[in-house]
Every structure is written in structure tokens, then in C-alpha cells.
């Protein structure tokens, strides 16, 4: 059973590598030009374990949206203590488990959902060389999302007209337009940036090196804050009637797809799964995100708004941050340990489906 989760980015960090070190992995540890909260070095680190040249991996990927990779550290943590019980499955002779730790270290230092640049990084994932997607609606509520200040009249000022906008506009609509990703407002919520981040340069770079010489891979993402609570739900973004979305529902049972309108999730632009093909086009590629839910999506709106106003005011490292730091890790992050035991019970069958695939062809 997992203990407890970490308290903060530089705890989860130790605790991945002692665990790496642990299983005989081969770590490699890529610095990211920035500091985090704590003045701390931040790192994307990847762990390694099986054969070298095992032609299949499964790749499991914690953090890309910050706050969320005190689970999915956690996950991976106790994956790499544990690799010996029957639960779970050792590598195989031809299958190699990749751990990427803190996609977005900055993120999860600053207990941040996004990057550095104010970015989400499922939202940066677009085609650079075509104008972005454009998401006009945005516009209507982007001074109702992300107030100049966020005093208590702000506070309840906007919420009165946010449910008054979400009413006209109706759940799935408000979603689409909220978290479909935008490209025009930098401070603003679920923003896709100008170009490619350093996260998404590092990741592109490391799929097409890595997966050169490797025949099939399957990876998971780990998410949370959509859906009841502890729930893990699998999420696709490959296109309908795709080989790729129908070799996922061939592994796993009850995957959605963002694109079918089945999902907790809406429909977004520049999610990561869904160009990672185009980086290693000669590896037949099966990934999933698994979201496991929280809290209800009204207290997660606001602490994304919380947060938002808090950077954007350049307050970040004021006296109040805290409680918002708090705030922001309360919606995404269960410190119960059932929550995070429920959680844990839905990722190892989910990890040994893979394997078994990728191992049994």
C-alpha cells in the first residue's frame, strides 16, 4: 500500500530517486533552466528498468499538468519499489518500463496546473507552422474568469456573473469554451502559449531519441481533478475510427475519447497523446490518460481562477500565495489514503494490460 503522498516537488523528487536507485534503474536527469518554489533545481527525471534493448516499453508520465504529479509520483514511486510483487509483473524480455518524472517541474514546485509561461501543456501540443485554433468565446468571459484582483467583492462578483454566463450558455458549451484551450489571453485559463514550451521541446526530443529503435509503446499519463471522486477514467485522444483508438478499447475496458463526446473531459487542442505519433512515426504507439476525479468541477474552477489572478498580479510569492498554493493542491490532489489507495487499485491493472500486450506478440 502507498504510504502518503509528498508534500512538496523537491520530497517527491528524493523520494523517485531513492526508489529508482533502489531497483537498479538507469536514471537520467534533464535540468530545466528554471528554479522552483523553494529555490530548488528543477528536473525532468527518467527512470529506467528492464533489457536496454527491449524493442517494446510501457512509458508512464507524471506532472504534465504540475499540481497533478503528486499522484502520479507517487504512483511511480511505489511502481519502482514494488516491481517484484505478482501485482504488478517484472519487465519481460522484450518489454522495458519507462518512468518520466515531472513532465512539468515547474508546475509541480509552484503547485501549479500550468507551466512556467502560464501554459497548459495538453493545450501546447499544436501544429506551430498553422495560425492556432481560435476559440473567440473566451473572450465573453475572460475578465469574469481572471479578475484584476481577487478580493472577496471580486470574488463574489464574478461568480454571480460566471453561473449567470454558464446558464446562458449551458455544462457542455461552458466547458468547451473555458477548457477547449485558447491562444489570445496569456493570463488567462487553460492558455496554449505562442510556441512550443520547454517542456514540450524536451519531450519531443526524448520520444524521437528514445523510441528510434523501438517497435511498440504504450504509455500512460496520469491526471487528476475530473470525475467522481477517485474514479480513473481512460481517456483517448486518438480520431474516431482510428486503428489507434480501437487497439485502446482492445486493451482496456470503458476508454473514452475526447472526441466522441464520452469523456469528462471536453474536446481540446494541443493535447500531448495526440502528437506524440508524429515524433516517433515508426513506433506503433498506445497511450491513454488516466484522470482520476477529486473534487466537484465548481471548487476546481476556483482555485484555477485563484491561482490565475494570483500570478498574473505578480503575487506569487507574497504572504497570501499560500493559501492559494493550498487551495489549487486541495482541488487536484486527496490526501485521504483511500483516496489515494482506490487510485492506486485502478493503475496496476491498467500498467499489466499493457505489459501483457506489448509482451505477448
Known sequence: MIASLNQSYSKARQAFLRAATKAEARVESYPHPLLGLEGEALFVDVAEVGAPDATSLV??????????GYLGSAFQRHHLEHLHLETLGEPRENVAFVFVHALNPYGFSWVRRVNEDNVDLNRNFIDWSQPPPQNDDYGQLRDTLVPGSWSDADQARTRIDLISKLTEFGFDRSQQIISGGQYDHPTGLFYGGTEPTWSHRWLRDFIQHRLATIERAAILDIHTGLGPWSHAELISSAQPDSATLERQRSWWDHVTSIHEQSSVSAEIAGEWLGAVEAFAPNTELTGVAIEYG???TVLILDSLRADAVLHASG?????DAAAVRAQVRAAFI??????????????APVFNAATHQLGDT
Open 315 to 319: 503575487m506569487h510569492t507574497s504572504p
Open 294 to 296: 477529486t473534487v466537484d
Open 334 to 347: 486527496d490526501d485521504d489514503p483511500a483516496w489515494l489507495q482506490a487510485c492506486w487499485a485502478q493503475y
Open 59 to 68: 512509458i508512464v508520465v507524471s506532472g504534465t499538468h504540475g499540481v497533478e
